[in-house]
C-alpha cells in the first residue's frame, strides 16, 4: 500500500474510531433531529458536562458536528449527514444477523 492509500485509510479509520462510542452514536441521532446545546444533551444522557463536552469535541474534531455560538450558550449540530445513510445499513445488518440467530434459536437455520 503506498502513502496516499495509507493516508486514505488512516482518515477513514479516524473518523469510523469518533462514532465508536455509544454516547456519541447517541448525540449524533439527536443532533440529526435539531441543533442542541451542552447543557441539553447532558440532561438527555445524565452524564456530566465535562464528559458530554469530551464527546462533542471528539465528533467536532473529526468533522461529524459543528458548532455555533448564540449568546452565552454554543449549539451544536450535524454536519456529516450522509453519517445516517451509514446507520441506516447499520440498521438493516443488525435486523438481518437478528433474524439469522433466531433462525439458528429456532433450528431453523445453518448451525
Excluded at 36 to 59: A, F, R, W
Excluded at 67 to 94: A, D, H, P, W
Aim: aromatic share 6%.
Amino acid at each position: 500500500m503506498d502513502s496516499k492509500l495509507k493516508i486514505k485509510y488512516q482518515m477513514r479509520a479516524e473518523l469510523i474510531k469518533a462514532l465508536a462510542h455509544p454516547t456519541r452514536l447517541f448525540i449524533v441521532d439527536e443532533l440529526a433531529k435539531e441543533s442542541k446545546c451542552v447543557c441539553e444533551l447532558t440532561e438527555m444522557i445524565g452524564d456530566d458536562m465535562s464528559t458530554i463536552s469530551k464527546h462533542l469535541s471528539i465528533l467536532k474534531s473529526a468533522g461529524i458536528i459543528e458548532s455555533e455560538k448564540r449568546g452565552t450558550q454554543v449549539y451544536y449540530k450535524l454536519k456529516m449527514q450522509c453519517v445516517l445513510n451509514f446507520f441506516m445499513c447499520v440498521e438493516t445488518m443488525i435486523q438481518e444477523h437478528l433474524k439469522e440467530q433466531m433462525k439458528i434459536i429456532e433450528g431453523k437455520g445453518k448451525s
